[in-house]
């Protein structure tokens, strides 16, 4: 058995470039184990030599029987950790690393002996601390420096730019120890995350050079995370632990020992023999030198190579656990004195990082800001000015003047609309527009391929992401699309109505047209005209300040108490999507909700071909028909789905709008 252990150890220090760091922390705490054990047996040989008492060999076996358990039991351990580990290469480094040290822990927490727990703690600490020095350097110096490949993360080469979502990846490896049926080791399952958060701040930090301000203070750099992890065991493990009173009447006795002197300053007891052997090794020193006294040359050598065998005297290593001070005992639960003990270190050095980012983008770059200046253009809450823009907008693609819609000139109409209040930031913003085919030869301009963008520096890009910026723009052209709506109705006067029946009596062409329209005569058509857009106008009307006060503005609340309660980026994004997220769906932009917003469009496509035909002089019976029972329907649809939606789920901000629309339901024929 213990061959096999000599075999592993012999095997990896041949391969010292590609062996995980956890892995030579493993063999020297296995090493650290057998020395103990040969330690022993020399000094029980020593004590059957010396023939002082009498030894048979039941009771050399029954002196054995504890150390042939703890073999047993470490090979046991060996052979599950690393079983097919020649079999890997160096890209498993990680799986490698997290096997031995997952079967450690679970044998740590799981152990019954207390003797085995001992040993098997000194292995695990070992083979931890290298892992702990790759998280050390992470949060504390925003390095991930990771030689051998063996962390839980990893940098993604091909993504260094987006440091927040893809440049760290984690390594995968917990699907293979389940495959193994190894449970994963537990230790940073609570805290995989906010490492994760910690270090992508830290990395921030340090790009932006603000990393040294946040951990140059004493309490970070004075101890490592590895440190503060043993302490805070020391400081968890229950005083009445195994041992602890028998150590202590040990303790006491030295002490009394130390403190108990002779007449002549000497310390008695035990310290007298230490006193008498270093004596008497001094001695033999001088005689040594006084051989040589007559030769400086020799003495200078002789010196020399006392001092060099002194230097290379080996140090007797206590078990780690014993130079701790670590009493363990099976029957204290050191699951979870282990797991708050790392979490003590990790959750300090989080809590700096992701305070220290927070103030950076909250305070130096002034996020709220960026967000204010996204909303008064993509949502319109700078009213006047965009206002202006749009009816520019309106006005070119009714006209269909396609020179004025390359980017340049929409940009120029965007900036120019913006300057006349803010002067310091218009140049954030541009706008573009491509021409589809099929709007050649539509009689108006889609706006469905009209864009803002909005240039956001780094790191404020990882919050307002470019992915996040196609959801504003589609809010935008939901928005958009509904003032172009009510500019289309409030643009025609009921004076304008009145005029085109006089204008088709006097047209002797259109004279014709509207004697084959006999369906309506023309003081009908005029007053059903009249009443279709007053319907219409109610309709946008109620749909606009839905969306510009009831969604935006009570969003944009929510929004500033969310980012007041984050703790970190991650919080911060996930508010900000949330935020952005609610006003796209209550938009009826979320696809389950295709058919309500298919509807709110059909409506919307009336109000601009109602413009069309007044503009064109050109509206026949049929059409006011057509346009008045397609209204009557998707009004009445959208009636009855909204009141459906409030009823079934608690939707607060729907209520108004459904109960508005209930009961201005138009009578269907």
């Known amino acids: 058995q213990i061959h096999s252990l000599h075999g592993f150890i012999h095997q990896i220090s041949g391969e010292q470039d590609t062996v995980p760091h956890t892995v030579e922390a493993y063999v020297s705490g296995i090493n650290h184990g057998l020395q103990q054990f040969s330690r022993y047996l020399l000094e029980l040989e020593l004590e059957v030599s010396s023939q002082e008492t009498t030894f048979t060999t039941i009771m050399l076996l029954d002196k054995l029987r504890t150390w042939f358990r703890r073999i047993k039991g470490l090979v046991s351990i060996h052979s599950l950790a690393t079983k097919d580990y020649f079999d890997l290469g160096p890209q498993e480094n990680c799986y490698k690393s997290i096997r031995i040290l997952s079967v450690l822990y679970n044998a740590v927490i799981g152990s019954i002996y207390p003797d085995m727990i001992d040993l098997l703690m000194d292995i695990f600490l070992m083979s931890l601390k290298p892992y702990l020095h790759i998280l050390d350097t992470w949060l504390v110096h925003g390095t991930l420096i990771d030689n051998r490949k063996e962390f839980i993360y990893f940098t993604n080469p091909d993504h260094q730019g987006d440091i927040w979502n893809n440049t760290f990846k984690e390594r995968q490896y917990l699907l293979r120890l389940r495959e193994e049926k190894i449970q994963p080791i537990a230790l940073f399952v609570k805290l995989i995350k906010k490492i994760l958060v910690a270090g992508k701040s830290n990395e921030i930090l340090y790009k932006m050079d603000k990393l040294s301000t946040t951990s140059s203070s004493p309490v970070f750099c004075s101890t490592t995370i590895y440190k503060e992890f043993l302490a805070s065991i020391k400081e968890r493990l229950p005083k009445f632990s195994r041992g602890n009173s028998e150590e202590k009447t040990v303790a006491v006795f030295h ?90 270190g990790v959750i300090k050095h989080y809590n700096r990082s992701s ?145 085109l029946d006089r204008q088709m009596n006097k047209d ?42 009831r969604v935006i503005h009570s969003t944009q609340l929510e929004l500033r108490d969310g980012i007041a309660r984050a703790t970190d980026l991650d919080v911060l994004i996930e508010v900000h999507q949330l935020y952005l997220t609610k006003i796209h769906d209550t938009c009826f932009l979320h696809p389950e909700v295709r058919m309500l917003k298919e509807a709110i469009y059909m409506i919307l496509g009336i109000c601009i071909e109602f413009h069309t035909g007044i503009a064109e002089r050109s509206i026949h019976s049929g059409a006011i028909s057509n346009w008045e029972d397609k209204y009557a329907r998707c009004h009445n649809f959208l009636s009855t789905m909204l009141n459906e939606m409030v009823r079934k789920k608690k939707l607060p901000h729907l209520e108004g709008l459904a109960a508005a629309l209930l009961h201005s339901c138009p009578q269907q024929q």
């Open 508 to 549: 002797e062409s259109l004279a014709d047209d509207l004697n084959s329209d006999v369906s309506l005569s023309a003081g009908q058509k005029q007053h059903r005209l009249q009443l279709l857009r007053a319907w219409l106008i109610y309709f946008v009307t109620l749909l606009h300040g839905y969306f510009m006060s």
């Open 355 to 499: 305070t220290a980012l927070l103030n950076l983008v909250l305070k130096d770059l002034n996020l709220e800001e960026e967000l204010s200046k996204a909303r008064l253009v993509f949502f319109m809450e700078a009213g006047d000015l965009m206002q202006d823009f749009n009816y520019q907008i309106f006005n070119i693609i009714h006209r269909k003047d396609t020179d004025m819609l390359d980017s340049s000139s929409l940009t120029l109409l965007l900036q120019d609309s913006l300057f006349q209040r803010f002067e310091g930031w218009v140049d954030q913003f541009s706008c573009g527009y491509e021409l589809l085919p099929e709007d050649q030869h539509s009689p108006v301009l889609s706006l469905r391929s009209l864009s803002i963008n909005m240039a956001i520096s780094w790191p404020l890009n990882i919050i307002l992401s470019e992915e996040n910026l196609k959801m504003y723009n589609k809010i935008f052209l939901f928005l958009v699309n509904l003032k172009h709506s009510l500019w289309c109705l409030q643009s025609i006067s009921l004076a304008e109505i009145a005029q």
């Open 255 to 344: 002490d009394d020992a130390k403190d108990e002197m002779n007449d002549s300053g000497m310390v008695i007891g035990e310290c007298n023999e230490e006193v008498v052997g270093k004596e008497s090794h001094c001695r033999d020193e001088n005689d040594v030198l006084q051989v040589a006294a007559d030769d400086e040359f020799l003495v200078t050598a002789f010196a020399s190579l006392i001092q060099g065998i002194q230097d290379d005297k080996e140090v007797v290593k206590k078990p780690r656990c014993e130079e701790l001070g670590l009493n363990l005992d099976p029957m204290v639960p050191l699951e979870a004195i282990l797991s708050d003990s790392l979490a003590q």
